[in-house]
């Protein structure tokens, strides 16, 4: 089994920036690829990035890749999330989740499992 904890989270003003991580631990060489997702108060869990993670090659949800940037370290086994210019829309749950297989793609929840606890982003005005 492999095992995700997110950290990082926290609270920033409008226009600010975070970096969120994820490790893995446990049986990290069944991991095909990883992604984050995130999750508002009251919406559906919307997909953010998703990594490949022998290649490193990453793929982004609409409209995420001008202000969100995913990069991995393979000696850590460890996933990275850079957010810039944060706005309050951008407050939430954020998950990371890692996937044997990819059976459903990358930008697809379904295609992931484990997930980690998530890491609360929160963006004041």
């Known amino acids: 089994q492999v095992q995700l904890a997110e950290s990082g989270g926290g609270l920033v003003q409008a226009g600010g920036s975070l970096k969120t991580s994820c490790v893995a631990t446990?049986?990290?060489?069944?991991?095909?690829?990883m992604g984050w997702f995130r999750q508002a108060p009251g919406k559906e869990l919307e997909w953010i990035a998703a990594i490949r993670w022998s290649s490193g090659e990453t793929y982004y949800g609409d409209f995420m890749k001008d202000r969100f940037k995913m990069s991995r370290d393979k000696v850590k086994n460890t996933v990275y999330l850079e957010m810039n210019a944060l706005q309050p829309e951008d407050t939430a749950v954020y998950y990371c989740?890692?996937?044997?297989?990819?059976?459903?793609?990358?930008?697809?929840?379904?295609?992931?499992?484990?997930w980690g606890r998530g890491t609360q982003v929160t963006v004041s005005s």
């Open positions: 446990g049986r990290t060489r069944s991991i095909y690829g």
């Open positions: 989740a890692s996937t044997p297989d990819a059976e459903y793609g990358l930008g697809h929840a379904r295609s992931y499992g484990p």
